[in-house]
Structure formats: C-alpha cells, structure tokens
C-alpha cells in the first residue's frame, strides 16, 4: 500500500468570499462596535450622579467623558431629602430652610431666601491623545436658592455648556465647608443631550 499525502480540495468561490467578507468586514465591523459602546455610546441619556461631601472644603470629584460632536451638558448640584411619606415632609422643610426658596419679588426686583451661598468650582480639560490635559473652562460660582425640586431632591444648577468632539474631564471643587450637609446625600449631576 502506498502511502500517500492527503491531496486538499481547492476552496470554491463562494467559500473563499464567505471566509474573506468574515475577515474584512464583519470581524472588524463587531471589534469597533463592542468598543464604542464600552466606551460611552453617544446614544446613552443616563445622567452621571457623583456623591460630593458638601461639608468638607475642597472635596473634588471629577468625571471622564466622551462628546461625539457638539453636545450640550448641564451641570447641577443635587439635594437628596427623605420622601414625604417617610418622615411627613420634616427632612424637606430643613432642607428647605438650609437651601433657600430663591424667591424673586417684582415690585422690588430682589431675591430674597437664598438660603446657603454654596461656592464650587468647576473646571473642565479637554485630553489629548496622550491623555494630558488643558483647561477650556475655569470657574468658581456661589450657588444659591433652589432651581428645581422633585419627590426626592432639589437642585441648584452650576453650569450649561457644550463640548466638541473629544475627550474631557469635568471637575467639581467644593470651596467651602458647610457642616449643615455632613448627613446629607448630595450628587454632582451631569445631564445629558434629551435629559432635564
């Protein structure tokens, strides 16, 4: 008997366009994909919540992020209080008294129950390819009143801004320690395209 090498069948065509659309096309197409959306997904509305320590002069959180073109944010201050059924709207009214009404009289045209003059400082870098960073926004603001206020929270806004393609970290620097706000949730809110 001889011995005989094992003669391999040529590939056909439509096994070769098969093998090489996988290769260049669909591989590639999923390996993008399943980056993008790891990184952030230019889609995703989720606003960031970061906790802050509004008691302890310069507490700082910061936060890295994504702008895929020109995209608009909303930075706001964000005031956790217990919910109404809880505590029968107790822990709202010393929120409440703590932060201000921002009430605006129009006979007058003054603001009255500002409440906590909260200084914070927000600064935003933009990264370059090696990750360096340069400031493009530097700026301390005394927060005052309320803006808004829901079942749970009340919020004061920072700031309203748009960022270009790249990549970013926003940073959030308290100024001033307030002992008011050592047992209080507070959250540095970022809002998103479609959000608030």
Same mark, same amino acid.
């Given at each position: ?115 906590? $003059? ?20 530097? $700026? ?35 100024? $001033? ?20």
């Amino acid at each position: 008997m001889d011995k005989t090498t094992p003669q391999l069948k040529p590939m056909s065509n439509r096994m070769f366009f098969t093998v090489l659309l996988l290769t260049f096309t669909v591989i590639p197409t999923l390996v993008i994909s399943i980056w993008f959306f790891s990184t952030w997904s230019p889609f995703d509305t989720t606003p960031i919540k970061i906790p802050i320590d509004l008691s302890k002069a310069g507490s700082v959180v910061e936060v890295e992020m994504r702008a895929w073109g020109k995209v608009h944010y909303k930075v706001d201050l964000d005031f956790i209080f217990k919910s109404h059924k809880e505590d029968n709207g107790t822990d709202y009214k010393k929120l409440l008294n703590i932060l201000g009404d921002r009430t605006y009289d129009p006979r007058t045209g003054v603001t009255t129950k500002t409440g906590a $003059e909260i200084p914070i400082k927000l600064t935003i870098f933009k990264l370059d390819h090696r990750d360096a960073r340069t400031a493009i926004f530097d $700026e301390s603001f005394i927060t005052k009143g309320r803006d808004y206020w829901g079942s749970y929270d009340m919020g004061r806004v920072l700031s309203a801004f748009s960022l270009e393609h790249g990549k970013f970290i926003i940073r959030v620097e308290n100024l $001033e320690g307030f002992q008011e706000f050592a047992d209080r949730k507070v959250n540095v809110t970022i809002y998103r395209p479609g959000i608030k």
